[in-house]
Nanobody
């Protein structure tokens, strides 16, 4: 079955950087839509970035220019490089996967498989 395991969260001061990783197994990693989402307690989960099977990416406007999503198909691993972090980036970050649309033109929502989440805390 699909398994997604996030790592790399932690606490950092505003302006700092973190890199999240998501180790995937149980499916053909290269052919799925992959994405990062985040959720603050009491609020709805928000799509942060997604990447297609061909490497095309989409970002929520609030992270464009600061975050970079990437993947290594040989390692079945998804990454999120987060730079210039702000306190409002504080959230529980989730890795997600879905075979929708054959892995192309992936939207910032509608994913069916989720990891357990990793906490990111940015202090001012």
């Amino acid at each position: 079955q699909v398994q997604l395991v996030e790592s790399g969260g932690g606490s950092v001061q505003a302006g700092g950087s973190l890199r999240l990783s998501c180790a995937a197994s149980g499916y053909t990693f290269s052919s799925y839509c992959m994405g990062w989402f985040r959720q603050v307690s009491g609020k709805e989960r928000e799509g942060v970035a997604v990447i297609d099977s061909d490497g095309s990416t989409v970002y929520v406007p609030s992270v464009t220019g600061r975050f970079t999503i990437s993947k290594d198909n040989a390692k079945n691993t998804l990454y999120l490089q987060m730079n210039s972090l702000k306190p409002e980036d504080t959230a529980l970050y989730y890795c997600a996967a879905d075979p929708m649309y054959g892995g192309s033109r992936c939207p910032l929502g509608g994913f069916g498989y989720w990891g357990q989440g990793t906490q990111v805390t940015v202090s001012s």
